[in-house]
């Protein structure tokens, strides 16, 4: 159970540099949203990826009729014909509300920030950062000395940004500004990456990078079903990097431009969704506890009606699985999120593209366009919750272990021979020899036998094994 807290500077301080992640383009001053994965989180994030494909795809859990489920896999491409991105509803209506500080010259989503006004709206309103305690206290005491009094009472509330009316915004006081009214009106910004297809250039050619592996699994249901002998209920699962032009990329990997989601569509009859729906969630919570997240640190959350993806099916809606981040805590920030989708995305291609795309039940005679079920999740969140879980503060030498799950762990075991003589590296040699053809190992020989154990306290690895003279002697 991870009870001691930490910061996150901690956190990202240890990554780069045991070789975790590190800034892309670092050398030249990096770019904001974008991040390289060292050696031991390409290990990390390829486990994470490797439990989700085996656990979904290789060996799918049982369903409620107490038989495996049927889920298959593909990679479809990243950039396909824009038609689909306007089919899908992306190309249009994938925005986020932005507002720039003119004094400061930040940018931020106008759906993240919240103001304290007094309650009859009159007078200085001050700008928040949701979310963010040390600037939702700095707004407090800014309100509490403008109007002359100790601290705020009950006659102070706090509301969103967004249903502040834009001829009040010259009254606010942004986010770490001296001026007032320096916030502008929020403006509509898309965060569809686009890019050109071939030599010759021009809006015609305009193509766009995936902001979600789902659309590719849509595309080709008919493939599927034609040649791999499935029946509804089944499932296509997908891993892939997505792209999208955040307004603010922050909290380290949290929120990035480029990164990889793990995601199914569950294709079911309409009549059976909302069992599956209930199914889902339960199974996925589940799925990350086994991953090594504790239950304290995991909730469900509804999402409200004002926040529902466009593709969510009316009154059934959103699930997320959100984790206790160090930025979110005592709050959470979501992980994963199990939408019902309805038959939006299969009905919306057959009428963009002209093409049939559905199910007939050969059993009851039935055709239809089944309805869909996602469990939609984060590769590289999930790799975020699996090392902020670890990352244990510790009286040990190296002030810091990581605990990992030993099938997500980066490195499984190291094998040390205590002194580099006596016969002793060259049974640790053949053990390394032994073990490496399975498992992820490493052997070390360099420095004290504590150097060696604080190097795997801080990799997280599970397992030591050290070749000592009682080795010499009983094997
Ligand atoms: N197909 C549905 C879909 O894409 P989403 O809630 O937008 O739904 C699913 O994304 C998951 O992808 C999220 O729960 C989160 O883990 C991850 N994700 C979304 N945007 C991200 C970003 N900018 N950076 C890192 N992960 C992100």
């Not at 949290?254 to 059976?272: K, T």
């Amino acid at each position: 159970m991870t009870t001691t807290t930490f910061s996150m500077e901690e956190l990202v301080s240890l990554c780069k540099r045991r070789g975790f992640i590190f800034p892309a383009s670092e050398i030249y001053g990096g770019i904001n949203g974008f991040w390289d994965y060292g050696p031991l989180g390409t290990e990390l994030k390829n486990n994470l990826r490797d439990a989700w494909w085996h656990d979904m795809v290789h060996c799918p859990p049982i369903g409620p009729d107490g038989e495996p489920l049927s889920i298959v896999g593909i990679d479809s491409s990243i950039i396909q014909n824009p038609k689909v991105w306007e089919a899908s509803g992306h190309v249009g209506g994938f925005n986020d509300p932005m507002v720039d500080c003119r004094e400061t010259k930040s940018r931020y989503r106008a759906d993240h920030l919240e103001v304290i006004a007094n309650s009859n709206g009159e007078g200085r309103m001050y700008a928040f950062i949701e979310g963010d305690e040390e600037s939702f206290e700095r707004a407090r005491k800014l309100l509490a000395k403008y109007e002359k009094i100790d601290s705020l009472g009950d006659e102070y509330s706090t509301m969103l940004l967004t249903d502040i009316p834009t001829d009040a915004f010259e009254r606010i006081v942004g986010p770490n500004t001296k001026e007032v009214g320096t916030l502008t009106e929020p403006r509509q910004f898309s965060l569809m990456f686009d890019t050109t297809v071939g030599a010759t250039g021009g809006d015609d050619n305009k193509a766009y990078l995936r902001p979600e592996t789902a659309q590719g699994i849509f595309l080709n249901f008919m493939n599927i079903v034609d040649t791999m002998r499935v029946k509804v209920p089944f499932g296509i699962a997908q891993i892939g990097k997505a792209f999208r032009n955040e307004v603010t990329p922050r909290n380290f990997i949290f929120r990035s431009r480029e990164f990889e989601q793990m995601e199914i569509e569950w294709f079911c009859h309409e009549d059976e969704a909302q069992q599956w729906y209930e199914f889902w969630c339960d199974y996925r919570k589940e799925w990350w506890q086994k991953m090594g997240l504790t239950t304290e640190n995991l909730q469900m959350r509804q999402h409200d009606s004002d926040e529902l993806a466009h593709y969510a099916k009316d009154g059934c809606g959103t699930f997320d699985i959100e984790y206790k981040f160090p930025f979110t805590s005592p709050g959470y920030g979501e992980l994963e999120g199990v939408a019902h989708r309805g038959n939006y995305d299969l009905s919306r291609h057959t009428e963009f593209s002209g093409k049939k795309i559905n199910y007939f039940d050969q059993e009851k005679n039935e055709r239809y366009t089944p309805h869909v079920i996602e469990p939609s999740a984060g590769l590289s969140r999930g790799t975020l919750a699996l090392l902020c879980e670890a990352y244990t503060p510790d009286d040990r030498p190296s002030k810091v272990f990581m605990k990992f799950n030993p099938r997500i762990a980066p490195i499984k075991a190291a094998i040390f021979p205590l002194v580099n003589k006596n016969g002793m590296p060259e049974i640790a040699t053949k053990l390394h020899e032994e073990m490496r053809k399975k498992h992820v190992v490493q052997y070390d020989a360099k420095q004290s036998i504590g150097k060696r154990y604080a190097r795997m306290d801080e990799a997280g690895t599970p397992y030591c094994f050290v070749i000592d003279g009682d080795t010499l002697e009983d094997n």
